[in-house]
């Protein structure tokens, strides 16, 4: 079986010890996270967990079912890269003083459809979301005027289906 | 946390005053049931040790030598009794101490609840004399566990915590109680928890897979079954021989699934995986249908994967939905719990004999028999054996003893040749194979059992591990029967040497003490056998000794146990020499 992207979903109680747990789950495994994003979701006091993982379909199976084990997750799933909607974030600061001398660099910030969020008299910063490979484009185009910091986020998906999560809560008995 | 409760109004302390942390502890535990627990005290958790003194009436802890005995000892108690086991311990080192047992728990799906003190909230994290992180460092090997910081907290994690250890597949829960939660006073009320939101203890029969699975076991020419633990936790016997009898299949059992049908039923066809009987073994590769119930396919049971009974139809019953697909695919899969499962499975099964599949077995089993058997339980060289031993002790005990053993040769050999008529009597160390267990865990078998004979099987290398709750047996005169086989050698390991590492007897010769002199140094009676001619008689006296007895047999020193699958071979090439 060949290694492919996907992403996690992981509906939970909201609990300190959590993260441990699936972390954990991961590094049984040896198998690492690509990225990790926790956030509240679409129902009152359930958090999600986004993970995304590069491994095999039988591989995540057999994560997501470890997952799903533990006593505090109530639901997980997971979901090729096609039955999603996903976008990471990123920041870039950048000096201030390019803003003004590089003309290159009010080209790539129009191209890449990236927004400036704030400018100061030393730096400014550019925010970008969208999938991996455009970001990694941009990062490329401003490397060799220099970064003065970088950060990505985890990706944040939802899936084209429903997710049966809603009707499970209520068959489970709120 | 969304918890569903039940009230308790029985187990409320009778006026409606505040008590402290402590004593609500204690409550709690008599609200479930608990009337008995180990452990071992400590600064962090002496508030709680103090109620224990007042209540010792009605809630018996006792001391074991080492915090892991305390574990081992929870969980011989919980195995031979359904019940969940209770263990005890202070912060740090007294905490850490439990891991193993822990995770012998969690691998072997035993219900234990553990409760460790921890040092005061204000200190957490700040390196506080014996502070130690045991909710980090136990996550892995607990089915859950939880650190409480506020004594009004107490009532309803353990309400949590028991539920959660016993239902659905067992296992152990650790709760973590800082000193200042055990000394705050509160209000206490109890209610038993019914059920926790984000848990599903055990999915719900589904017909369609149940039909799925009548219909592949009704048109099978050669099905086999292979049952595990599943079956003892879900007190599914009954159920499970009325299938086997109904539809004429033979059955064989993983060791932790041993004693739930007796081992003289004609369809029990013995134990499978890597000492495990020839016949279940190679006869895996020729059924037409596998029908697992209640076991995980370890490797152990498997050998290797790429060769398991690829030629069969796998129905799966199973009721951990994480089970399924893990290591074997299943063609069916049954979710849910097995007594509920099999005993709808039950009428739609045609009636059957298979007769010529049956004989299958019994013809492996006359070619084992005649190539490993016989020698072990009826040898004629002169040094004495380790199934022989056994042999005499079902034979003395009317195969009706609870036998506990270590993990070894022995070990291998006790569950080969153990004869049981009841379920529950095999307690052993399975997932995780760990040394030391056996002593220990025959303590909590016999005070889970009272009424039932106790026999601890185990090698002089494990027996070391955990020799000091020989102070346990003495001081408390618990009427357990130890037998160390003793072949001055970690056996085990020294038999992989002989035959995968050119004899290269890398530290596995054991220099012993006299364990005579130590169990009499405990004041337990104490015998040693060197002899076959004294076999007998003294498992005689042994067995009919109301008192702990104390019996080391001295056995060839360089005997293997066979069959064996070599570590990572397919179960057709089991080995018979
Ligand atoms: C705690 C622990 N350490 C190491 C092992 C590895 N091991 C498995 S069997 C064995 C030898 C056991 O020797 P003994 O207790 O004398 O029993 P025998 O095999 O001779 O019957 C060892 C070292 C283990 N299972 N558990």
Redesign the pocket.
């Known amino acids: 079986m060949k290694n492919q992207w996907f992403t996690i979903s992981v509906y939970s109680e909201n609990n300190v010890g959590l993260l441990n747990r699936i972390s954990g789950i991961f590094l049984k495994r040896h198998i690492n996270i690509e990225s990790l994003n926790v956030s509240k979701s679409e129902i009152d006091e359930v958090s999600k967990f986004t993970i995304v993982v590069y491994t095999t379909e039988q591989w995540v199976h057999n994560i997501v079912g470890q997952i799903e084990k533990q006593i505090e997750v109530i639901k997980a799933f997971y979901h090729k890269d096609d039955e999603t909607i996903y976008q990471e974030s990123a920041l870039f600061k950048i000096d201030s003083a390019l803003l003004f001398d590089e003309r290159q660099i009010q080209n790539i910030i129009k191209e890449s459809n990236s927004q400036i969020v704030t400018v100061s008299r030393e730096f400014f910063v550019l925010a970008k979301s969208g999938r991996r490979p455009e970001i990694d484009e941009m990062y490329e185009q401003l490397k060799p005027y220099g970064i003065m910091q970088f950060v990505r986020s985890g990706r944040i998906s939802v899936t084209k289906d429903e997710m049966q999560i809603s009707a499970l809560l209520k068959e489970l008995k709120v | 946390m969304e918890t569903i409760k039940e009230k308790q109004s029985s187990s409320k302390p009778k006026s409606t005053i505040k008590i402290s942390g402590a004593e609500a502890i204690i409550h709690c535990l008599l609200a479930e049931g608990v009337d008995l627990l180990y452990g071992y005290p400590g600064g962090a958790i002496m508030p709680v040790y103090d109620e224990l003194y007042k209540f010792q009436d009605k809630l018996t802890h006792i001391l074991t030598r080492h915090e892991q005995g305390a574990t081992h000892a929870a969980q011989g108690y919980a195995r031979v009794s359904g019940r969940v086991g209770v263990a005890m311990a202070t912060s740090g080192p007294g905490a850490t101490n439990l891991v ?1 047992g822990l995770a012998d728990a969690q691998i072997d799906s035993t219900p234990m609840v553990c409760i460790t003190g921890q040092v005061p909230r204000h200190l957490l994290g700040s390196d506080a004399f014996q502070e130690t992180d045991i909710i980090g460092i136990s996550t892995p090997v607990t089915k859950w566990n939880y650190q409480i910081t506020k004594a009004s907290e107490i009532p309803e994690i353990l309400a949590k915590a028991f539920f959660i250890a016993k239902s659905g597949r067992p296992g152990p829960v650790l709760v973590d109680i800082t000193k200042n939660a055990q000394f705050d006073e509160f209000e206490f009320s109890y209610e038993k928890c019914k059920g926790v939101r984000s848990y599903n203890p055990a999915p719900k029969p589904n017909m369609g897979a149940i039909d799925a699975a009548a219909a592949l076991i009704n048109k099978a020419k050669k099905p086999f079954i292979v049952w595990g633990q599943g079956v003892i936790l879900g007190e599914a016997e009954e159920e499970l021989k009325a299938v086997i009898e109904k539809a004429g299949i033979p059955a064989a059992w993983t060791i932790m699934g041993e004693s739930a049908i007796p081992t003289n039923h004609p369809l029990n066809v013995g134990m499978v995986g890597m000492h495990g009987n020839y016949g279940p073994n190679i006869l895996t590769n020729e059924c037409d249908v596998l029908i697992a119930v209640g076991m995980r396919f370890d490797d152990r049971v498997t050998g290797s994967l790429d060769t398991y009974a690829k030629q069969a139809k796998v129905v799966h019953f199973e009721i951990d939905p994480a089970e399924i697909n893990k290591n074997v695919p299943a063609d069916v899969a049954v979710l849910g719990n097995s007594k509920e499962t099999l005993a709808l499975l039950l009428p739609k099964l045609e009636k059957s004999s298979h007769e010529d599949w049956n004989n299958e077995f019994k013809k492996k089993r006359d070619i084992e028999f005649e190539q490993v058997i016989k020698n072990d339980i009826h040898p004629t060289k002169e040094g004495l054996t ?1 199934g022989e031993v056994i042999e005499q002790i079902n034979i003395a005990s009317k195969n009706k003893a609870v036998i506990v053993s ?6 291998m050999i006790a569950c080969r040749y153990a004869k049981f008529a009841q379920s529950k009597s095999n307690i052993t160390s399975g997932g995780l ?4 267990f056996g002593l220990p865990a025959a303590i909590g078998a016999k005070q889970g059992a009272m009424d039932r004979e106790v026999v601890a099987i ?6 070391q ?1 955990t020799i000091q709750e020989l102070g346990v047996i003495f001081q408390h005169q618990i009427p357990v029967k130890i037998v160390v ?1 003793n ?1 001055d ?7 992989w040497q002989e035959l995968f590492f050119d004899k290269r007897y890398a530290s ?1 010769v ?1 220099v012993n003490p006299d364990f005579v002199k130590i169990a009499e140094g405990y004041h337990i009676e104490a015998k040693r056998v060197s002899k076959r001619e004294d076999l007998k008689a003294t498992i005689e006296t042994m067995i009919a000794s109301d008192k702990p007895y104390f019996l080391e047999v001295k056995v060839e020193k360089e005997d293997n146990v066979f069959p064996m699958i070599p570590s990572g071979a397919s179960v057709s090439d089991i080995r018979l020499k």
Do not use: A, C
């Open positions: 193993t380790m270590d993990v070894g040769q022995h070990q194979g760990t040394m030391g185990i090698g002089d290398g494990g027996y591990m086989l072949n050698h970690l056996g085990m390991v020294r038999q596995t054991m």
